[in-house]
């Protein structure tokens, strides 16, 4: 069973509400604390199965309570945003695979990118808003989402690839060459997505923690430049490793993370601006509908 490493659930105390008590592994202290209270904040992303268990059991057991679990609930605002970010995220890096088996030269400043730099940014965005709005376990489930889909697309394009095809179609040879190297390119594709996002995630709560939820915009240019800079190492070293020249790839590490380094400048107000848009409309709505449950 996943042991503990800061909080652990001690039970229940029921009085006019039920509240939780919660241990600080580290100093021994006793907290009690409300179960919506608990279910929010950073303390549940340390307990085990169980304990969620527990703590959901609790908070959902009332046959009268609306949770975002329930059918007639996942009509609200905040879970049709998490699904469209969630699937936005996944044709990126479905879209970043597939070209970037293509190195491209921008003349102007010397550059040497594939294409997919160019939207692939977008994914430390989109993992940041679920993040900061939904917690790092969803974040952790939406990469892993988008990862597997990636994975399952590309093993379907490699078996029509294997597919015996006309032999008056001209593009026999050169779709499956364009089939086999979005194949090789998988591997590392997967293996900075998988990375990166992860650290990114996890960096980004960790700050959050620290800074008590202020100061987004230090949490998400701090996370956003270790991220890149991982991201653009693995994926140009593990792609182009005997294919280019190392001169070639270090190009590409430094041009990668440059224009990483101004989608995560340029992405600061579009997550500053989402945070006012949950707190003016989803999270109101959510609010609303279960006032009007409880009347």
Not at 1 to 28: C, H, P, W
Not at 124 to 143: C, H, K, P, S, W
């Amino acid at each position: 069973m996943e042991q503990n490493k800061k909080y652990k659930l001690l039970g229940f105390t029921r009085s006019d509400v039920i509240t939780a008590n919660v241990m600080v592994l580290a100093t021994g202290k006793h907290i009690s604390i409300g179960l919506p209270e608990l279910e929010s904040s950073e303390i549940t992303d340390d307990f085990n199965r169980h304990e969620l268990k527990s703590l959901y059991r609790r908070l959902y057991g009332d046959n009268s309570t609306v949770t975002s679990y329930d059918i007639g609930d996942r009509h609200e605002r905040s879970w049709y945003a998490y699904l469209i970010i969630s699937i936005a995220l996944t044709v990126i890096y479905t879209l970043s695979t597939v070209s970037g088996v293509k190195p491209v030269l921008i003349p102007v400043v010397n550059f040497v990118v594939p294409p997919a730099i160019f939207f692939y940014p977008l994914s430390f965005i989109l993992v940041d808003i679920i993040n900061e709005f939904y917690g790092l376990r969803m974040a952790r489930r939406t990469i892993f989402i988008s990862f597997i889909s990636n994975t399952l697309f590309v093993a379907g394009l490699w078996l029509t690839s294997l597919l015996p095809g006309l032999k008056e179609w001209e593009l026999n040879i050169s779709y499956a060459t364009f089939v086999n190297s979005i194949v090789s390119v998988l591997f590392a594709s997967s293996a900075a997505y998988l990375v990166s996002e992860n650290i990114n995630s996890l960096i980004l709560c960790k700050i959050k923690e620290l800074t008590n939820s202020r100061f987004l915009f230090v949490r998400v240019l701090t996370s956003n430049v270790i991220a890149s800079a991982l991201d653009s190492v693995i994926f140009c070293t593990l792609a182009f490793h005997n294919v280019l020249s190392m001169a070639t790839i270090k190009t590409m590490i430094i041009s990668q993370f440059i224009i990483k380094l101004g989608y995560a400048l340029l992405g600061v107000g579009p997550i500053y601006a989402t945070r006012e848009l949950f707190r003016r409309y989803i999270n109101k709505e959510k609010q609303v509908n279960r006032a009007e449950e409880v009347v």
